[in-house]
């Protein structure tokens, strides 16, 4: 929960932003950080107000394994945009994206976080939402992906001194008309955070012992649930697109929710013990 909420200012916030406050605690001046702290925890608050589901823990973990560990930065600050009261931000949890010099291959992650207390529900809700990201909705007439995109077009977060043209490069990707188009690829980046009873049992394993007897565990329940995914995406004809899983056991789903909406000053709702 400490880590999650370490990194709040980074998934919440513009990189600009960011970045000034940074350079200002550099030069001894702390106020501005202190403050985009209090900024972002507001806007967890008021996301929170304006849709349930949002402002969860499950969108920081991915943001900070996508960042840190695939090294695809986030294309567009979601939170931000969902507290504009002008706009209506729905569909994926977050928005990456990662280039390849070489091959000159953009790849866009598309963001889908669930925490249950039993994993295959998380499972078959990440696989709802995501054919539900990318089917017609009469309600919204129209696609959550394509809106996804339009705020990839019209909000990219960008942050350096060749801003402009890394805009104009990655807009060139999605205009059907450059050459671009037919070099980006997309992944669904999914995170399953679930209880694993397992998990309770390491205390009585010796220290020593404790990384390996874990290791050997979640192989064999990964294993099982990328089984169970498979059938699932098929179930909802999805087997033609590219995803990516991380899935990550703990003690008390509902324990870590109540204990970050606790540090970020959040109000809790038990009833569901879903996010």
Partial sequence: VDFVYS???DFCLPREKARKAREAVAAGD?????D???EAKSLFLHAKKKNAKSGEPGEVVLFSLLEGIVQAPRLVAKMSLKTNPNMEVHGSDAIHMKYDATSET???????AKLYGELPSALDQI???IKGFREYNPETKGIQREFDIDLVQSHPDLDSPEAQATKEALLAYFDPYTEYSNQIREVHACLAIWDWDF??????VPPGEAEEVFKKKYLERIE?????FIDKIKKQGLEKFRFHFFLIPVVDVMAFRKRFCEKVGLPFDAGSGKA
């Fill in 106 to 112: 953009l790849t866009l992650y598309w963001g889908e």
């Fill in 127 to 129: 696989a709802t939402s």
């Fill in 7 to 9: 990194r709040i200012i």
């Fill in 30 to 34: 702390t106020k501005p950080m202190l």
């Fill in 224 to 228: 099982s649930a990328c089984s169970l």
């Fill in 199 to 204: 998990c309770k049992t390491l205390g009585t």
């Fill in 36 to 38: 985009l702290t209090d």
